[in-house]
């Protein structure tokens, strides 16, 4: 049994600081042990007194009669790194540490958090600040929340790992208010020791989880996380997350653009969308979608009826099922004939959809069958019943005529209560039919069910590059700039094509280069110290070469008033026509590094029509990879001849993604920023052309 193991599943837990009144915190570990049916010892510690809940009590951690696997650590910060201590000095497997008062308060609480992790050596700690773990499968409870004074709780398919202590404890009243069984609940809180990915990674092999829901303030370790993640999706066991923290106050400033559109909530996006967890855009859809994924049947398309004997209701539903995407088609004509021959008279509409079964809140039989014409029917791929008022005076007869039905089929069965009636979405919940308050709830579980679905459970694929890593810098070391043109050169060495140019110093020169790459051409000025050139006045474009002299003047002066620099050194550049307008960047923070792609130009930060992808640990990206970038995009139709429009050369957009990618894997930690904006993808055969770029590296050294 490894240690992670021994935490969730101890023989023995010694409880350090215990209580003889259990009215207080101090005092409920031993009492929920023994509440809630723990079949292992437990060793209450209190030198003042000799018996707690009818057990033994000792004096100090030395006198215990064997060692235990837990210790619960009930102490406040200035003594716990002691208990640990002497924990760790015993051979105890892992300490759960309650107590506040470490890094979440500041200077002082970084040196006790330090002074924790340092006694403990080898053991493992959960914590500190948080309330403990809580193992429902094995009537475990290791915590002193409150939340925990609840005499029974439901037993299921979900386990939930919080960062947040709080969250875990509200999460455990409402799952039992709503009947919803959990596994497993672990609050991982400060995690100087074990964290998120830990619990992930020992959750996949625990045979009681079918569904991990994680209440997410940061991620700290993202390859661990992202291991961990990818054992959960091959393992087939869904991720739920809820992560905190999306209402940036704004993308910190960077030069490029790609700093603006890339936020560390994209990145987390990014994150989630790569390794398969689903992300609850609200708090009570980490509770609604980890419910509607736990009953384990597929859903394999779109399509939904919706039974309802209130049309207001199914309206409602209707409605937050259209808004995501889903189809709610009429009956096919044999559907439709039997839920006629189930229910006469002109009162009830059953060639539309929703269905309104006007009598079956009232009558079982006619809802049993009625539900089963529709499971049974190929026009429906799930169903949500809408459970009335009239439901109030029986439940139990809608539930069991609900639940009788779902040996018909292995469709997914939800049902939305309309009025506000807990105990009949427990019960229909605990029967195992989804039930939700919220016509929104109902369209973000059946969403979840299709993502889970569909989602490939192959592992990401990075693809190889050719290319050594060079030497990655110290984190103190200077960052300095590429001009544009030493930056296209850079990319053009990894496989990029970039637009035909020549660096000029004076008007007359100009005036030849134009002539040299077409008559018509782009003039910049070239600084490495001035990236964003139209910003200043420092790009002109479809310049004549008759007029191109005159405007490298004009240019000069113009950027002299808005910059206080003098250029000396320009960029002449064929005029490239047509095409479409992408922006390619890299975006560097703690989660790791992703490539962005999205429509470019000067309308970049203005249209945001972006994706991420975060880099594989080695390597750059796929072509499959570059391709679900290209095809996620809202303006992809235009790259895929819109209304007529050319066709645009997807493949070669393909070609520079990956080069790019590769590039950014290659110069490693050396690379703080890059972005080719705009590259020109040109109609199909024609190939993609990067017409400006931006390098910012680490160190002095040119690449």
């Known amino acids: 049994m490894n240690i992670i193991s021994r935490l969730m599943r101890p023989q023995t837990v010694a409880v350090i600081g215990a209580s003889a009144d259990i009215t207080k915190t101090a005092g409920r570990p031993v009492a929920y042990l023994l509440k809630h049916g723990f079949a292992g010892v437990v060793y209450p510690v209190n030198p003042k007194a000799t018996e707690i809940c009818g057990l033994a009590c000792y004096p100090d951690i030395a006198s215990l009669p064997t060692v235990p696997d837990v210790g619960i650590v009930l102490l406040g910060a200035e003594r716990a790194h002691q208990a ?27 040196r006790r958090q330090a002074e924790l992790i340092a006694a403990a050596g080898s053991m493992r700690i959960l914590g500190p600040n948080t309330i403990g773990l809580v193992n429902i499968t094995d009537r475990i409870v290791l915590s002193a929340s409150g939340a925990l004074e609840m005499d029974h709780f439901p037993s299921g398919a979900i386990s939930l790992v919080s960062q947040s202590g709080g969250i875990l404890g509200s999460l455990l009243a409402r799952a039992s208010a ?28 625990d045979e009681a989880t079918k569904v ?52 560390s909530d994209r990145m987390y996006d990014a994150l989630f969308q790569q390794t398969g967890i689903l992300r609850a855009q609200r708090f009570d859809e980490l509770l609604d979608m980890p419910t509607a994924l736990a009953t384990g049947r597929t859903l394999r398309g779109n399509r939904v009826a919706i039974l309802t004997s209130t049309g207001g209701a199914g309206t409602l539903v209707s409605d937050a099922l259209g808004v995501t995407g889903f189809e709610t088609p009429p009956p096919d004509a044999q559907a439709a004939a039997k839920l006629r021959a189930l229910q006469k008279g002109d009162h009830a509409a059953l060639d539309r959809n929703p269905i309104d079964v006007t009598l079956a809140g009232l009558q079982p039989e006619l809802l049993k069958g009625a539900i089963t014409a529709v499971l049974e029917s190929p026009m429906y791929d799930a169903l949500v019943v809408i459970v009335g008022a009239s439901a109030l005076a029986m439940p139990e007869l809608m539930s069991n005529a609900i639940k009788s039905c779902m040996v018909v089929s292995d469709k997914p069965i939800l049902a939305y209560i309309s009025p506000h009636a807990p105990h009949i979405g427990s019960l229909l919940t605990q029967a195992g039919v989804p039930a939700f308050s919220a016509p929104e709830s109902c369209s973000a579980a059946l969403s979840a069910m299709l993502y889970a679905s569909q989602h490939k459970r192959e592992c990401l694929v990075a693809s190889s590059s050719a290319t050594e890593p060079l030497t990655e810098p110290s984190s103190n070391q200077a960052r300095h700039s590429l001009d544009e043109e030493q930056a296209k050169q850079l990319f053009a060495k990894f496989g990029i094509p970039i637009v035909r140019e020549v660096v000029v110093t004076s008007p007359e020169q100009a005036k030849v280069m134009a002539d040299s790459v077409g008559g018509r051409a782009v003039l910049k000025i070239l600084s490495s110290d001035i990236l964003h050139k139209s910003d200043v006045g420092g790009v002109a474009i479809n310049v004549s070469a008759e007029a191109i002299g005159a405007r490298l003047q004009q240019m000069t002066q113009d950027v002299k008033n808005r910059a206080g620099i003098t250029p000396t050194r320009f960029l002449v550049q064929e005029q490239v026509s047509g095409g479409t307008e992408i922006i390619l960047g890299m975006h560097r923070d703690v989660l790791g590094v992703a490539i ?6 000067v309308t970049a930060e203005l249209l945001q029509d972006t994706t ?19 095809q996620s995009l809202k303006t992809w139709p235009l790259l895929d001849g819109y209304r007529g429009r050319p066709k645009s050369d997807v493949q070669a957009l393909i070609q520079a ?36 770029g931006i390098v910012v590296l680490a160190g002095n050294t040119l690449i």
């Open 84 to 110: 640990v201590k002497e924990l760790a000095k015993i051979g105890c497997a892992a300490a759960i540490v309650l107590a506040s008062g470490y890094t979440e308060v500041g200077e002082e609480g970084a």
């Open 178 to 205: 709503r009947g919803i069984g959990l596994a497993k609940m672990i609050s991982t809180s400060n995690e100087v020791d074990l964290e998120l990915a830990d619990f992930i990674d020992w959750l996949v092999d």
């Open 212 to 263: 991990i829901a994680l209440y997410v303030e940061t991620v700290r370790d993202s390859q661990k996380f992202r291991a961990a993640a990818l054992r959960a999706k091959q393992a087939g066991k869904p991720i739920v997350a809820f992560k905190i923290g999306r209402s940036e106050a704004g993308a910190k400033a960077a030069i490029s653009h790609t700093g603006a559109l890339a936020g």
């Open 596 to 601: 962005l792609l999205g429509m470019g130009g």
């Open 612 to 630: 991420l992808r975060l880099l594989p640990p080695q390597g750059g990206l796929s072509k499959a990879t570059a391709r679900e970038m290209i």
């Open 657 to 692: 993604i990956v080069a790019f990618s590769e590039m950014v894997a290659a110069l490693g930690e050396r690379l703080l920023e890059a972005e080719i904006n705009p590259l020109f993808v040109l109609e199909r055969g024609q190939g993609v052309k990067a017409a400006d």
